[in-house]
């Protein structure tokens, strides 16, 4: 009984699927977010603070990806905010746009909105 239990074991320890590697196939923490936010004074400022914004954003949608299977997408968006968080000058200058009223409708569009109203409700 022994040796069966031992193999069964040994063989899901050898599976790719759920070894620890393939559990953190993207470590989105890796990506040093908020420790280059904390050191970088350009990302301080209140003027970009859409940019922070941004950044965190794309985050959690690698966050979200990883959670839903989409490994490789998440590595290649955890890959871009590496690169954005690393050059913070650089990134600033292709934001072009930081308007505070589109961020405002942004975030307006993701509040969820109530359907139509069910005739048959009354």
């Given at each position: 009984?022994?040796?069966?239990?031992?193999?069964?074991?040994?063989?899901?320890?050898?599976?790719?699927a759920l070894s620890p590697a393939a559990q953190a196939a993207c470590a989105v923490e890796d990506a040093g977010l908020e420790p280059a936010i904390a050191e970088k004074k350009e990302l301080q400022e209140a003027k970009n603070a859409q940019i922070v914004r941004d950044l965190r954003t794309l985050r959690d949608a690698a966050i979200v990806l990883e959670s839903y299977g989409f490994p490789k997408e998440c590595k290649e968006l955890v890959a871009i905010l590496k690169e954005l968080t690393a050059k913070p000058e650089t990134t600033i200058k292709r934001s072009g746009d930081t308007d505070e009223e589109?961020?405002?409708?942004?975030?307006?569009?993701?509040?969820?909105?109530?359907?139509p109203k069910d005739p048959r409700a009354r």
């Amino acid at each position: 009984m022994r040796r069966p239990l031992a193999c069964a074991l040994l063989l899901l320890a050898l599976t790719p699927a759920l070894s620890p590697a393939a559990q953190a196939a993207c470590a989105v923490e890796d990506a040093g977010l908020e420790p280059a936010i904390a050191e970088k004074k350009e990302l301080q400022e209140a003027k970009n603070a859409q940019i922070v914004r941004d950044l965190r954003t794309l985050r959690d949608a690698a966050i979200v990806l990883e959670s839903y299977g989409f490994p490789k997408e998440c590595k290649e968006l955890v890959a871009i905010l590496k690169e954005l968080t690393a050059k913070p000058e650089t990134t600033i200058k292709r934001s072009g746009d930081t308007d505070e009223e589109k961020a405002e409708e942004i975030q307006e569009s993701r509040e969820p909105k109530a359907g139509p109203k069910d005739p048959r409700a009354r």
